[in-house]
């Protein structure tokens, strides 16, 4: 039993043996096919794997005699070196609007089998031909072009086309996105009020890609805007005035696209101005006249009107209208009681503000329309009109001569002529076109002249003084009539000013400026003002 025993030991051993002898014959095929195919993996995309399997290949000595053929042509087959890809296209900076379509190149010459990679940072866009992104906007076209289409902000910063070769070569474009200007008012409403005298600060704020530059404008009663009054977002205008309320720009322009504006409404708070179209109404009985008084004020005032410090309340011949800033009363059919002062006074919650205005029947101040250069050596011919509703009674004529010279001038004494121009009805409005001639004068030497006008209502106020030069002996000019001639024409208002002679024009250096103060002492003097 016990030798039988270890013979059974002494078999059973070889038994095993030959088992695992018989499992390695039967797993040798399919080690030897698993090794071809990762063989021919390897051969086909990497060289360099393809001869560290060559030489496992080699050294060996289990493979087949196929695996080791197989082995030795890969290694022949490394030993020759393939060209390297290399870019023909070179990293660049673009720069694109908001909104366009952007291309950027990728061509790659020797790329064999080496894949191709689109990436932004960490992110990759593309992976040979698959798009890897999900964005609609961007696609490959002529290859590996990358287009980038509907350009948004974001979408700056840098590209990045590489080879995933060993070195992992790559070209880098960098992207800048232009966006236009745009610009909002601080506050968003663009409306700003202050008090009159008090500083207010306007402001806006622009972005786009340059950073804008930002101006200001103020537009004109035409909507049209005004030179540059300001650069910065910010605007600050001290002690204000009512002129400087209005329409405020604010431009921001970066050059790219149309610069672009916002409005702002700058509303100043005063007390109520006054200007008055006239401070003297001449008119007549059984006629109109118009008291106009132009109001500014912030908040709107409300305007009375007044006679004599009496309120005036509307009736058939006593109308008040406005529109808008215009206030006007209009007095029809006018009566004697009717002739005095009148004012307009205008109130808000800022204030108060009154201004006077004369109705009177007295004539009109007179107008000079004669030439400031004589045609005659020794006398002169003056001509004026005046307004007067009721006839002319008398007009009184002053002139006298002014010694002179660049730096002394000396008035002379005044020479007084009463006239009595013709009587016209009482009931037709006329302009009374009047000349007289002036004769006795010295050739070349300068004179001054004033008119004052009577009728039943008084006495108007002295014209202003009108200067004349009489002409010199060197001029080969025929004179006047050497008499003395008063007249008085009768003609419309629309027609006397063309039927009167024009200006004529004489040399800059004769037109030298004379002093009124002398004159002003004379008219005191003579009681004429």
């Known amino acids: 039993m016990k030798i039988f025993s270890r013979s059974m030991r002494h078999t059973a051993m070889p038994q095993r043996q030959r088992g695992k002898q018989t499992a390695l014959k039967m797993n040798c095929p399919i080690l030897i096919v698993i090794t071809l195919g990762w063989l021919l993996h390897a051969q086909c995309h990497h060289t360099d794997v393809d001869a560290a399997i060559s030489n496992r290949g ?81 696609r490959l076209i002529d290859g590996y072009n990358l287009e980038i289409s509907d350009l948004e902000p974001q979408d700056a910063g840098d590209y990045v086309c590489q080879i995933s070769d060993k070195i992992n070569r790559d070209q880098v474009h960098t992207v800048e996105i232009l966006v236009p200007p745009s610009v909002r008012a601080i506050p968003t409403s663009g409306q700003l009020q202050a008090r009159k005298g008090g500083p207010i600060t306007l402001e806006c704020k622009g972005s786009g890609n340059p950073v804008p530059s930002i101006y200001w404008t103020k537009k004109s009663g035409t909507g049209k805007s005004t030179a540059r009054i300001g650069d910065g977002p910010i605007l600050t205008l001290d002690k204000l005035e009512r002129q400087q309320a209005g329409v405020y720009q604010c431009t921001a322009d970066n050059g790219v696209g149309d610069p672009v504006t916002v409005d702002m409404r700058l509303d100043v708070l005063y007390p109520p101005d006054i200007q008055v179209e006239k401070s003297w109404i001449h008119s007549g009985e059984g006629f109109e006249a118009k008291l106009v008084c132009i109001v500014y004020a912030d908040p709107v005032a409300t305007v009375s009107w007044y006679q004599n410090s009496f309120p005036i309340q509307t009736t058939d011949r006593r109308i008040m209208n406005t529109r808008a800033n215009r206030h006007t009363l209009t007095i029809r059919h006018i009566q004697q009681e009717d002739f005095g002062n009148y004012s307009c006074v205008a109130d808000n919650s800022l204030g108060r503000s009154r201004k006077y205005m004369e109705l009177s029947g007295r004539p009109g101040p007179a107008e000079f329309y ?30 006298r001569r002014v010694l002179m010279n ?102 800059g ?12 002492f004379d008219r005191l003097r003579l009681g004429l003002g």
């Not at 030439?371 to 004529?397: C, F, H």
């Not at 009489?470 to 003609?491: F, G, M, Q, Y």
């Not at 250096?509 to 002003?520: D, G, H, P, V």
């Open 58 to 138: 080699s050294n060996t000595r289990s493979l087949s005699n196929g695996a080791q053929s197989l082995a030795a042509s890969s290694s022949s087959s490394s030993s020759m070196t393939a060209p390297q890809p290399r870019f023909l296209s070179r990293g660049n900076t673009y720069r694109s609007v908001v909104g366009d379509t952007l291309v950027l190149p990728c061509q790659v010459e020797h790329l064999g089998n080496f894949v191709l990679l689109w990436r932004r940072g960490t992110n990759v866009l593309t992976a040979s031909n698959i798009m890897v992104t999900r964005d609609d906007r961007v």
């Open 509 to 520: 250096t004769l037109l030298l400026a004379f002093a009124l103060r002398n004159s002003q």
């Open 370 to 399: 004669s030439p400031k250069w004589g045609r005659s050596s020794d006398s002169y011919n003056l001509t004026w009109k005046i307004d007067s509703y009721p006839p002319l009674e008398e007009v009184r004529l002053l002139y």
């Open 406 to 507: 660049d730096t002394f001038q000396q008035p002379g004494r005044w020479h007084d002529f009463i006239l009595t121009p013709e009587h016209r009805p009482a009931t037709e409005p006329l302009t009374h076109i009047m000349s007289y001639t002036i004769k006795h004068l010295h050739p070349g030497a300068y004179y001054e002249a004033i008119v004052q006008a009577k009728n039943r209502y008084g006495w108007n106020e002295v014209s202003d003084i009108f200067q004349f030069i009489v002409a010199s002996n060197s001029l080969d000019i025929a004179p006047e009539d050497a008499e003395v001639v008063a007249s008085s024409k009768s003609r419309s208002n629309s027609g006397s000013v063309s039927s009167l002679p024009h200006a004529l024009l004489f040399p």
